[in-house]
């Protein structure tokens, strides 16, 4: 159809003329403020001026007017992005278009582009460890406080004893059984919101150097199902301030719902669109040369005054009134008679047969038309019902409906044949990027869930009774994955229902949008489908497999263990219902049928990774080292980038001692997914602080910091390691800092109390302790931490009191029972004493200080030779005890043994030169000699 172009202009120009007064001065607007802005970057503007919302109904000339919009906004200097329901099936989506079509005006965007690559790379990696804030669970705590109690077993090394606690050694297994659980969560939530965070500060930086900038989103009936929260969440700052350069302007039907937008009222300046007068309908068909009365009045009463109507009835010339039928729907009426129009057999059924893909590209067009009219994308990209940007093109919404149905209703045989071959062709799309994509990337890829939903589609229009089972089990996929993919799928059953009118599908489509507009709407959707859906047992698996796995992301973790017993029973073959479960047992301490749960599920695929990580971070708590690193080694053979495997690998080589294996597998970590750095580097700072290199603890803490500031645990554990150097005030600021962000962190709370006590503030640190042991009961270390700061104190009954409680609480917990009868040998009660380091050397036989202590409370018992004999064997283990050597000269004196004393206390002088006690005990041993 030549002067297509000028038509449209033509169009164009009418609505303008129409829109005149609030078009012209929402552009002066836009540049008012520009100007006013370039002048004093401080003054006021009004706040209505944020947010337009241009509405109308469907044919009323919305997108024109946005386009009309933008054009100016350039004009004024503005960059600008627009996106409509071709770019928009979720935010990051919206995101990710309209960045792209910014950076094309001013460049890149680099901190934005840095925040959506790592948010892409822990969507694909959802299973990996991330670092949680929180407490350590029981049964690690428990498990910590008897294997690591006697570390701290060495007089005066408050450091190190406060380095023992189990509670902060257990966070490092807490933190990557909680990986998968948190990660959930994240990305539902946090790390999205860290992405649009970016995107903001990057409109901050733009409007540094643009006039304005303004963001278009049409089709807002459409796109704001996805968009409205966000939106809203923009306005009122929550990514950041908004800079007041930043204009959004809005294209819908409906008016924004008043309980959602009553608070931002005065943000937004309401631009409704009217229907046609009769003057601009005249004014329209004059311009296409219809203009005897009665066609005008024929015109102007079938197209109801909407835009395109008149343009669609304009272009068919008509000469008479009688040649417009201006009886039944008046939609159908334009549509119909300007198909007629088109003289050119192999364009009308061009016209017709590519309405019935939702979307178009070259691909599609070439699928879908007939074959002889391939040559016909650029002509019916220049239609006036055609629009879109970029690959992407779509007929108006309104005559692509009346097109379908017509279609639909003409020829029921041709209708399915052609949504089959467009099906089939979406398929073997689709096909082709599986070639390069994994099972399990593939709903994470944009392209392919693109040509399923297409495919979908199509399959329910061509056979709505067969294909709808198959469509249901796609939905419950869907809702396994993110709250934006299955929204896309209720969407295609709404279209498809919309365009076949089939009963099912209609049901099906008001189930599914009635369960996503519920605050829990995966877990909903899936409990729908399970109730109406007919799923076969695999499928029903599969929805009580996604149904435990969002609640266990939702800490709902007894609800999540019942759904997936469900899903076992259901379909005993389905591997990632026991790894599921097996990794909600491993995080609730069940290790047993954690292990037994993932070995079903490595029977069943031996090449699943990450079911061979966490089974691996489950022997691993039980002391089963070597076959954790078995499953390991066989999961990175699997996947040598699963930083997971290497992460847990570090965690197991550092509770091993491994500490240089550790840091490697750390280091690697981060390198391999930058998205962990964070917590890669926090895990190399507590293994280089093991190893004894504090501050190349505290710079890898400092650094993991730099990447979350908000990291509580990091900072809590950086003040670890500065306790471990000496530093205790710093110690002191980082756990109170810590303290700030989490305050429910007993165990922060604890070491900053031994942190006050090795300061010299012990009333400081007995309240610390005081407070964490009320925080988190029953906490055992704190209790004998406090029981320690106690007998520094000299207050021995006290001390008794807490280190009896802790030991209480864990009868294995050989430091506390050590600690105690130190506090009985203080306090004269030398039996007590040796019954209780007895007991502890009975629980940990290693423990040299726990030995010398006895056999410094047989001494001062009076029992010589049982004193020398522990003493000894002592400094067998050690031969610079300096204190232990002191004590059995002591003993060999008392005994009258002064040789032997002598030479003991001057190996003690030796070692310990400032020690007046030994030298004035020496001088005895010589006067006792007769020297």
């Not at 294209?251 to 005065?266: K, S």
Request: net charge negative.
């Amino acid at each position: 159809m030549p002067g297509a172009e000028r038509r449209g202009r033509s169009r164009g120009e009418l609505i303008r003329q129409r829109t005149r007064a609030r078009f012209v001065g929402r552009r002066a607007q836009l540049t008012q403020f520009a100007e006013n802005l370039a002048r004093d970057p401080e003054s006021q503007q009004d706040p209505a001026e944020f947010l337009f919302h241009v509405r109308g109904v469907g044919g009323v000339g919305k997108s024109t007017l946005l386009r009309e919009w933008q054009e100016a906004a350039r004009r004024a200097g503005a960059v600008t992005a627009a996106v409509d329901e071709n770019d928009v099936h979720g935010v990051q989506q919206a995101l990710a278009e309209l960045a792209r079509q910014l950076a094309g005006q001013a460049g890149p965007l680099k901190e934005y582009d840095r925040a959506a690559e790592q948010y892409r790379r822990e969507q694909e990696t959802a299973a990996e460890p991330v670092p949680t804030d929180g407490e350590a669970s029981m049964t690690s705590r428990v498990a910590a406080q008897a294997a690591l109690g006697a570390v701290s077993l060495i007089p005066g090394a408050g450091v190190v004893s406060a380095m023992a606690n189990p509670d902060a050694a257990a966070q490092g297994l807490d933190r990557l059984r909680a990986g998968a659980r948190a990660r959930g969560r994240r990305a539902r939530s946090g790390d999205a919101a860290g992405v649009s965070r970016a995107f903001v500060a990057e409109l901050g930086r733009l409007c540094g150097r643009y006039r304005w900038v303004v963001l278009f989103l049409d089709t807002w009936e459409v796109t704001g199902r996805y968009l409205d929260g966000w939106l809203r969440d923009l306005l009122e700052d929550a990514f950041g301030p908004l800079p007041a350069n930043v204009m959004v302007v809005l294209a819908g039907r409906d008016e924004l719902p008043e309980r959602e937008w009553a608070a931002l009222r005065a943000l937004v300046a309401d631009v409704p669109l009217e229907v046609f007068t009769v003057a601009e309908t005249r004014a329209l068909l004059a311009a296409r040369g219809v203009t005897e009365p009665g066609v005008v009045e024929a015109v102007s009463q079938s197209s109801m005054g909407l835009p395109l109507l008149v343009e669609l009835l304009a272009l068919t010339r008509p000469a008479a009134a009688e040649d417009v039928d201006a009886e039944g729907d008046a939609v159908d009426t334009a549509v119909e008679r300007f198909v007629r129009w088109i003289t050119d057999a192999r364009q009308r059924e061009t016209v017709l047969a590519c309405a019935l893909a939702p979307q178009l590209n070259e691909d599609i067009f070439a699928a879908a038309a007939p074959d002889r009219a391939r040559e016909l994308w650029g002509w019916l990209c220049e239609q006036p019902f055609v629009s879109g940007r970029g690959d992407f093109k779509q007929y108006h919404a309104v005559v692509r409906a009346s097109m379908v149905r017509q279609q639909r209703a003409r020829s029921p045989r041709r209708w399915t044949e052609a949504h089959l071959r467009l099906a089939g062709a979406h398929a073997a799309w689709r096909a082709e990027l599986e070639q390069g994509l994994t099972e399990a990337k593939r709903w994470g890829d944009a392209r392919w869930r693109r040509h399923r939903l297409d495919e979908t589609y199509h399959r329910l229009c061509a056979q709505p009774a067969a294909y709808l089972p198959t469509a249901l089990e796609q939905t419950v996929h869907a809702a396994g994955q993110e709250t934006e993919i299955l929204l896309q799928w209720t969407d295609v059953f709404a279209q498809a229902a919309r365009d076949t009118a089939d009963p099912a599908l209609l049901g099906w489509s008001a189930r599914l949008r009635d369960a996503v507009a519920d605050s829990a709407p995966a877990l909903t959707a899936l409990a729908v489908l399970l109730t109406h859906g007919r799923l076969d047992p695999a499928g029903r698996a599969w929805a009580h497999t996604y149904r435990g796995r969002h609640l266990y992301h939702d800490d709902r973790d007894e609800e999540a263990l019942a759904e997936l017993d469900r899903a076992v029973a259901a379909d005993p073959g389905n591997a990632r219902a026991w790894t599921h479960r097996g990794d909600v047992h491993h995080w609730l301490g069940h290790t047993e049928q954690a292990i037994a749960d993932l070995t079903t599920a490595l029977g069943l695929d031996p090449a699943h990774a990450p079911a061979l990580v966490v089974r691996a971070e489950a022997l691993s708590t039980t002391g089963r080292h070597e076959e954790a690193f078995a499953d390991l080694a066989t999961a990175l053979d699997l996947d040598p980038a699963l930083a997971r495997a290497r992460a847990a690998r570090g965690e197991v080589h550092r509770e091993l001692g491994r500490y240089d294996e550790a840091v490697a597998d750390f280091t690697a970590v981060a390198e391999l997914d930058p998205a962990l750095a964070g917590y890669a580097l926090a895990s190399r700072a507590q293994a280089h602080r093991e190893a004894g290199r504090p501050d190349e603890s505290v710079a890898d803490f400092t650094a993991a910091l730099a990447i979350d500031p908000a990291y509580a645990w990091a900072r809590a554990q950086r003040g670890l390691s500065h306790a471990a150097a000496g530093r205790h005030d710093e110690a002191v600021a980082d756990y109170t800092a810590a303290l700030d962000t989490s305050p429910t962190m007993a165990w922060a709370l604890a070491e900053r109390g031994v942190a006050h006590r090795e300061a010299g503030r012990p009333d400081e640190a007995v309240a610390d302790l005081t407070a964490a042991a009320e925080l988190d009961p029953p906490y055992a270390w704190a209790l004998a931490q406090r029981g320690e700061t106690h007998r520094m104190l000299r207050r021995f009954d006290e001390a008794v009191a807490d280190f009896t409680a802790a030991v209480g609480i864990n009868p294995a917990y050989h430091w506390a029972l050590a600690h105690r009868g130190e506090a009985h040998r203080e306090a004269g009660r030398f039996e007590e004493a040796v019954a209780d380091f007895t007991a502890a050397l009975a629980l940990e036989p290693a423990s040299t200080w726990t030995l010398a202590s006895r056999g410094q409370a047989h001494r001062q018992a009076g029992r010589l030779e049982e004193a020398v004999a522990d003493l000894t064997a002592a400094l067998d283990r050690d031969p610079e005890l300096d204190w232990a050597l002191a004590e059995r000269g002591e003993a060999h004196r008392l005994a009258g043994r002064p040789d032997e004393a002598v030479a003991d206390f001057t190996a003690a002088l030796a070692l310990e030169p400032a020690s007046t006690w030994t030298l004035a005990s020496r001088g005895q041993a010589h006067r006792q000699a007769g020297r």
